[in-house]
């Protein structure tokens, strides 16, 4: 990679922001789209959230993508919401467009696509149980619901999250239910699980570093997938023991890299080499 006085600066802000994938997968795109683009990492305390967002028309920085803790905040400093991220309640791409900073959300197609890809599974008329509450899962159901969801439980350690989104989601999408339950309530889950076509994990649980989503799958319906949005590490224990029972399940590997090539696109109007993307972060 050569910097030159023209490069175009693109960067993630999160915190913490050591671990993330995003600059070696984005890196790695912009050298095989042949673009003049670097990616670096903003380790931003939420303290200086608002300082920093306005910075990036201040140092002409072009793009970012915006991760834990700050995706739900940002969208106060931005002078547009895209309706996907509107929807969502949260953004985790800004495009600087001459000063005007514009909020995206490529989660969203991020997870279906991944859905589609990874597990071959169709929303429509379906029930599914989320785990989470937090930006993730606002991503998710956004997307289930827009293709039209049966039924979604959100399940989520703080019962009071779980419930503000189950009313905030049905407000808006009158055809599909929605039922909240607290993580620790074993027996609710259980029955829930007994009629759940895709259960998804979109909490931090699982994650390195997190503990462990400690849920038995032994009432999970036949046929149900799972998805784990957690991609480190790149098979969690969810995952492998769903795959122990037979079941169709996949980590959140390929949606990190599909809504990072989203945010490409949304950047620089090229589709990048997902293979390229997803052999930076494998
Ligand atoms: P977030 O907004 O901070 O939400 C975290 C969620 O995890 C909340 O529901 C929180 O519950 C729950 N949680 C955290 N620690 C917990 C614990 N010890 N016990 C029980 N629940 C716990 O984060 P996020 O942005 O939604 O991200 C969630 C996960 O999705 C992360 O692992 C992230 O890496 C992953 N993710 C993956 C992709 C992808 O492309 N594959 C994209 C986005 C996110 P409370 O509400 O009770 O705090």
Same mark, same amino acid.
């Given at each position: 990679?050569?910097?030159?006085?023209?490069?175009?600066?693109?960067?993630?802000?999160?915190?913490?922001?050591?671990?993330?994938?995003?600059?070696?997968?984005?890196?790695?795109?912009?050298?095989?789209?042949?673009?003049?683009?670097?990616?670096?990492?903003?380790?931003?305390?939420?303290?200086?959230?608002?300082?920093?967002?306005?910075?990036?028309?201040?140092?002409?920085?072009?793009?970012?993508?915006?991760?834990?803790?700050?995706?739900?905040?940002?969208?106060?400093?931005?002078?547009?919401?895209?309706?996907?991220?509107?929807?969502?309640?949260?953004?985790?791409?800004?495009?600087?467009?001459?000063?005007?900073?514009?909020?995206?959300?490529?989660?969203?197609? &991020?997870?279906? $696509? #991944?859905?589609?890809?990874? %597990?071959?599974?169709?929303?429509?008329? =379906? +029930?599914?149980? /989320?785990?989470?509450?937090? &930006?993730?899962? $606002? #991503?998710?159901?956004?997307? %289930?619901?827009?293709?039209?969801?049966? =039924? +979604?439980?959100? /399940?989520?350690?703080?019962?009071?999250?779980?419930?503000?989104?189950?009313?905030?989601?049905?407000?808006?999408?009158?055809?599909?239910?929605?039922?909240?339950?607290?993580?620790?309530?074993?027996?609710?889950?259980?029955?829930?699980?007994?009629?759940?076509?895709?259960?998804?994990?979109?909490?931090?649980?699982?994650?390195?570093?997190?503990?462990?989503?400690?849920?038995?799958?032994?009432?999970?319906?036949?046929?149900?997938?799972?998805?784990?949005?957690?991609?480190?590490?790149?098979?969690?224990?969810?995952?492998?023991?769903?795959?122990?029972?037979?079941?169709?399940?996949?980590?959140?590997?390929?949606?990190?890299?599909?809504?990072?090539?989203?945010?490409?696109?949304?950047?620089?109007?090229?589709?990048?080499?997902?293979?390229?993307?997803?052999?930076?972060?494998?």
């Amino acid at each position: 990679m050569s910097i030159s006085g023209r490069t175009k600066v693109y960067g993630i802000f999160g915190h913490p922001v050591s671990h993330s994938f995003s600059p070696r997968m984005h890196n790695a795109a912009f050298t095989a789209l042949g673009l003049d683009c670097v990616y670096i990492p903003f380790d931003i305390e939420p303290r200086d959230l608002e300082t920093a967002t306005k910075a990036l028309r201040a140092m002409s920085i072009a793009g970012v993508n915006v991760t834990i803790p700050h995706k739900e905040a940002v969208m106060g400093f931005l002078d547009e919401i895209s309706p996907d991220a509107g929807f969502t309640g949260a953004v985790n791409t800004v495009l600087n467009s001459d000063g005007r900073l514009l909020g995206f959300n490529t989660d969203v197609r &991020g997870f279906l $696509r #991944a859905l589609g890809e990874d %597990l071959g599974f169709e929303p429509k008329g =379906r +029930v599914i149980t /989320v785990i989470g509450a937090g &930006g993730a899962a $606002r #991503a998710v159901l956004s997307g %289930l619901c827009i293709r039209g969801v049966k =039924r +979604v439980n959100i /399940v989520n350690r703080t019962h009071d999250k779980a419930m503000e989104l189950a009313e905030e989601f049905g407000g808006s999408f009158a055809e599909t239910e929605f039922r909240s339950a607290p993580l620790s309530d074993t027996l609710g889950l259980r029955g829930y699980l007994s009629e759940t076509d895709l259960l998804v994990n979109a909490s931090s649980l699982g994650m390195e570093g997190a503990p462990a989503l400690d849920l038995s799958l032994d009432t999970l319906k036949e046929g149900a997938c799972v998805y784990d949005l957690v991609y480190n590490p790149l098979e969690t224990e969810l995952v492998r023991e769903a795959k122990g029972l037979g079941r169709r399940a996949a980590g959140g590997i390929n949606m990190l890299v599909f809504q990072g090539a989203e945010s490409i696109k949304i950047w620089t109007g090229e589709d990048p080499p997902i293979d390229v993307m997803r052999s930076a972060v494998v």
